[in-house]
């Protein structure tokens, strides 16, 4: 059995990491610094009574550095979450995900430790839109859509080259990757930064590209947590979930439960040293129908309001190929159904806080939606 360190353990991900490994009969250290914005300055009950708890921020390198103490296996799970805020919060951003990063492994690099494995938590957002196929150009990897396109209300990507509209495929991890914020560059970073270190220097290393992840312990007073989590709460204080575009883009949503299992499969298989891997259900399901299916489970006659508007930088189609990590034994197990009827369980013990109003006049303020 091995000694674990989990950063951002407290968090929605991060927690369940902690839950599964104390299973498996781990010694499991938590490093998290209660980010008020998610946990409101308190600690969550949900919290592994198990685990050692450590109370630290990763830009402070003593605390970082005496949390790493006897650990054999390192969990980064730690990060600001974010698009919209990303784009107004910029040193903040960069600060804790970058440097904070950078921090970990300036002493995984320079400072005695017995880390022998370090599992990043990376992310779909530094893609930018998908993989597309154009039936006279063969597959695409296009830009984001233009301004001028988007207020004409055309939302589908078009081929650069003869401006067909394109079909979505699944996207490889093979893709280029194309960050379109600064949270996304900064999950980049992240990635980056730990694979080449880890190449460098010996320490076996994997990113997971996590995609749309949801499920219990998502915090339902961010305004920018997951869309699942921000519909539910509209329609559970009989709101209309505002979608943009016409409500037909698509996201590959995967179960909190799926992506604990792909970490335990990074750090148990060898053969995941050293690469990147996307984890998503590997089906795409449009924001539309999301919040209808939302409304059905709560019994609400409440339709979503589509605005046919656009926000700066959104994509219009991402979902996973899962090939790659499948090869490792991974297999989606929670249908997206299936994580809804769980989240929604949860959530009625919870303060669900119809935030989406704040977070739209803070983006509308910085002329970002």
């Known amino acids: ?10 968090g929605f991900i991060g927690s369940f ?16 610094n209660f980010e008020s914005q998610v946990h409101q300055g308190t600690t969550p009950p949900y919290l592994n009574s198990q685990a050692e708890l450590v109370s630290g921020d990763v830009r402070d390198e003593h605390a970082l550095f005496r949390a790493l103490q006897d650990i054999d296996v390192v969990f980064h799970q730690g990060a600001m979450v974010g698009v919209g805020q990303s784009m107004y919060q910029i040193k903040r951003y960069m600060d804790v995900n970058t440097v904070g990063t950078a921090n970990l492994l300036d002493i995984l690099v320079n400072k005695k430790h017995n880390v022998r494995k370090l599992i990043v938590a990376a992310s779909m957002s530094s893609y930018g839109e998908g993989l597309y196929l154009c039936n006279q150009c063969g597959q695409i990897e296009p830009p984001l859509r233009t301004e001028e396109q988007m207020k004409s209300g055309h939302w589908e990507v078009r081929c650069p080259s003869c401006r067909e509209d394109l079909k979505p495929i699944p996207t490889p991890e093979t893709k280029r990757q194309d960050a379109n914020s600064i949270y996304a560059l900064s999950k980049m970073d992240q990635e980056i930064m730990c694979m080449l270190v880890g190449k460098a220097y010996g320490i076996p290393s994997v990113a997971l590209r996590y995609f749309n992840v949801f499920g219990p312990r998502q915090s339902l007073s961010n305004p920018y947590t997951g869309v699942a989590a921000i519909f539910m709460c509209r329609i559970k204080n009989d709101n209309q979930p505002v979608i943009y575009e016409d409500g037909l883009q698509t996201r590959d949503f995967v179960s909190v439960h799926d992506i604990v299992q792909a970490n335990m499969l990074a750090m148990e298989k060898t053969n ?10 590997g089906n795409p399901i449009s924001i539309k129908q999301v919040a209808e299916k939302l409304a059905a489970f709560y019994g609400k006659d409440i339709k979503p309001q589509i605005t046919h508007q656009f926000r700066k930088g959104d994509v219009r189609n991402c ?11 991974y297999k ?4 997206f159904e299936e994580g809804i009827k769980e989240l929604a369980h949860w959530s009625h013990g919870q303060h669900a806080t119809d ?6 006049k803070e983006l509308k303020e910085r002329k970002l939606a």
């Open 332 to 335: 989606p197990s929670i249908s």
């Open 319 to 329: 979902f996973a190929d899962i090939t790659k990590i499948k090869k490792l034994g």
């Open 355 to 360: 935030s989406f109003e704040l977070a739209s």
């Open 1 to 10: 059995m091995s000694q674990v360190l989990v950063i951002g353990g407290a």
């Open 17 to 32: 990491i902690v839950d599964k490994l104390i299973a498996q009969g781990h010694s499991v250290r938590i490093f998290d």
């Open 272 to 281: 995941a040293d050293y690469q990147s891997f996307n984890v998503g259900s």
